[in-house]
């Protein structure tokens, strides 16, 4: 094939991965669209439940008083039973009666509910702040993007909740959707799923164990590695919770999913392949030469390509794998401390956090540093685990020991 033959084969290739990141583009806005809409049903669904216990409340004092109305009407009747006067005297008798019954009725009256309406006002903010926004989101492409990402804020998110039985120590995190973010709290022994616009937490889910790492298998779906040596895979509907389980006979810490192929690491010295129901496929620990690959395997991640996996040894070096298990390269540091966490920004770059130096750090194609993109000066302490979120551009830095997630904005 001749140079033109290359240049046309080339382009026909952009083309197609154009046409292709179109329409992935294009799902996101939809999956974001839905994500608000099922923010604001659930607002809805609280508000209508507001309206009804109130209604419920007004209607049960009204109820007591109708009650307590027609018996004092019927009060007011003479007894056919009773004593027989004269018409006259029981005339007089009987408005009497009348107007003393009218007094104390018009006092308690006074004194009971006098409105019937319930009203609802509703928060001008929700709509003004929308208003505020003139699209979804950022459109960002390939070439608008600099070679190396820049940091101009960063923020702290409080992820404690009020049932947390101890400081958080989020081990790991994982996009489950646009806008979503899995926090894997090890220490108190949950998930919460947060939403990094609003930075709120949208809801959680207790496990039976200690949980460490989680990756997505579909949109509605993610498996999570627990300190038992189970996978438990999890729903994502409205509410988080358990479906099946797979049992192994060796620990899982790091998780990666790629091709109906769950990828773990047992936080020692093995990457193990596994399929979806538990089957072993591989078991990789040594290179071609019989050397050993780990000492202390942590996190995992696919490459935006899909071609490679990316793993996090905490003895300062990433080893990277094709898909088949093959040993291809090694990334290693001399800034970088107890290499734990590992994330890619689904343009080709990756980032990668040293837990004891106490940075994050860029990088990008061909292994090539970029730059550090946080340092203790940041107010970084012990980088667990990281996660991109592309359409915020945000870098989510979990810390061990630590109620806060670091949030860089990068441009």
């Given at each position: 094939?001749?140079?033109?033959?290359?240049?046309?084969?080339?382009?026909?290739?952009?083309?197609?991965?154009?046409?292709?990141?179109?329409?992935?583009?294009?799902?996101?806005?939809?999956?974001?669209?839905?994500?608000?809409?099922?923010?604001?049903?659930?607002?809805?669904?609280?508000?209508?439940?507001?309206?009804?216990?109130?209604?419920?409340?007004?209607e049960?004092?009204?109820?007591?008083?109708?009650?307590?109305?027609?018996?004092?009407?019927?009060?007011?009747?003479?007894?056919?039973?009773?004593?027989?006067?004269?018409?006259?005297?029981?005339?007089?008798?009987?408005?009497?009666?009348?107007?003393?019954?009218?007094?104390?009725?018009?006092?308690?009256?006074?004194?009971?509910?006098?409105?019937?309406?319930?009203?609802?006002?509703?928060?001008?903010?929700?709509?003004?702040?929308?208003?505020?926004?003139?699209?979804?989101?950022?459109?960002?492409t390939?070439?608008?993007?600099?070679?190396?990402?820049?940091?101009?804020?960063?923020?702290?998110?409080?992820?404690?909740?009020?049932?947390?039985?101890?400081?958080?120590?989020?081990?790991?995190?994982c996009?489950?959707?646009?806008?979503a973010?899995?926090?894997?709290?090890?220490?108190?022994?949950?998930?919460?799923?947060?939403?990094?616009?609003?930075e709120?937490?949208?809801?959680?889910?207790?496990?039976?164990?200690?949980?460490?790492?989680?990756?997505?298998?579909?949109?509605?779906?993610?498996?999570?590695?627990?300190?038992?040596?189970?996978?438990?895979?999890?729903?994502?509907?409205?509410?988080?919770?358990?479906?099946r389980?797979?049992?192994?006979?060796?620990?899982?810490?790091?998780?990666?999913?790629?091709?109906?192929?769950?990828?773990?690491?047992?936080?020692?010295?093995?990457?193990?392949?596994?399929?979806?129901?538990?089957?072993?496929?591989?078991?990789?620990?040594?290179?071609?030469?019989?050397?050993?690959?780990?000492?202390?395997?942590?996190?995992?991640?696919?490459?935006?390509?899909?071609d490679?996996?990316?793993?996090?040894?905490?003895?300062?070096?990433?080893?990277?794998?094709?898909?088949?298990?093959?040993?291809?390269?090694?990334f290693?540091?001399?800034?970088?401390?107890?290499?734990?966490?590992?994330?890619?920004?689904?343009?080709?770059?990756?980032?990668?956090?040293?837990?004891?130096?106490?940075?994050v750090?860029?990088?990008?194609?061909?292994?090539?540093?970029?730059?550090?993109?946080?340092?203790?000066?940041?107010?970084?302490?012990?980088?667990?685990?990281?996660?991109?979120?592309?359409?915020?551009?945000?870098?989510?830095?979990?810390?061990?020991?630590?109620?806060?997630?670091?949030?860089?904005?990068?441009?």
């Open positions: 094939m001749n140079q033109m033959d290359k240049n046309v084969t080339g382009k026909i290739t952009l083309l197609e991965e154009l046409n292709k990141s179109k329409e992935e583009a294009i799902n996101a806005i939809k999956e974001f669209v839905n994500e608000i809409y099922t923010i604001l049903k659930r607002l809805e669904k609280e508000s209508i439940l507001e309206v009804e216990e109130i209604f419920r409340e007004m049960s004092v009204f109820e007591q008083e109708r009650r307590d109305a027609e018996t004092e009407m019927l009060n007011m009747k003479p007894s056919e039973n009773g004593p027989q006067i004269s018409e006259e005297l029981s005339n007089d008798v009987k408005i009497g009666s009348d107007c003393k019954f009218t007094r104390e009725y018009m006092v308690n009256a006074r004194k009971s509910s006098s409105q019937a309406k319930i009203i609802f006002n509703e928060d001008s903010n929700i709509r003004e702040t929308l208003c505020q926004f003139k699209s979804l989101g950022t459109v960002l390939t070439k608008s993007r600099p070679s190396a990402y820049s940091v101009s804020g960063i923020k702290d998110i409080n992820i404690r909740l009020s049932s947390d039985f101890g400081t958080c120590n989020v081990s790991d995190a996009l489950v959707g646009p806008n973010l899995l926090l894997v709290d090890n220490a108190n022994k949950k998930l919460k799923r947060m939403n990094i616009v609003s709120s937490i949208l809801d959680q889910c207790d496990m039976r164990a200690h949980p460490y790492c989680a990756c997505a298998i579909s949109k509605q779906e993610v498996a999570v590695t627990l300190s038992n040596n189970t996978i438990q895979f999890m729903s994502l509907g409205n509410t988080m919770s358990p479906t389980q797979l049992n192994f006979s060796h620990c899982c810490y790091g998780i990666a999913y790629k091709d109906d192929k769950l990828f773990i690491s047992d936080s020692s010295c093995s990457l193990y392949v596994h399929d979806m129901t538990g089957q072993l496929v591989q078991t990789i620990f040594q290179d071609t030469f019989g050397n050993n690959l780990f000492e202390y395997c942590r996190q995992i991640v696919i490459s935006d390509k899909g490679e996996i990316f793993v996090s040894d905490r003895t300062n070096r990433l080893r990277i794998f094709d898909l088949e298990g093959k040993h291809i390269d090694t290693v540091d001399l800034n970088m401390d107890q290499v734990n966490g590992v994330s890619t920004d689904g343009r080709g770059n990756v980032f990668a956090c040293g837990y004891a130096s106490r940075n750090i860029q990088i990008g194609h061909n292994l090539r540093k970029k730059m550090i993109i946080a340092k203790p000066s940041d107010g970084l302490v012990n980088p667990y685990s990281l996660c991109f979120a592309p359409s915020q551009c945000v870098l989510f830095v979990t810390q061990g020991n630590s109620d806060r997630v670091k949030a860089f904005q990068l441009k």
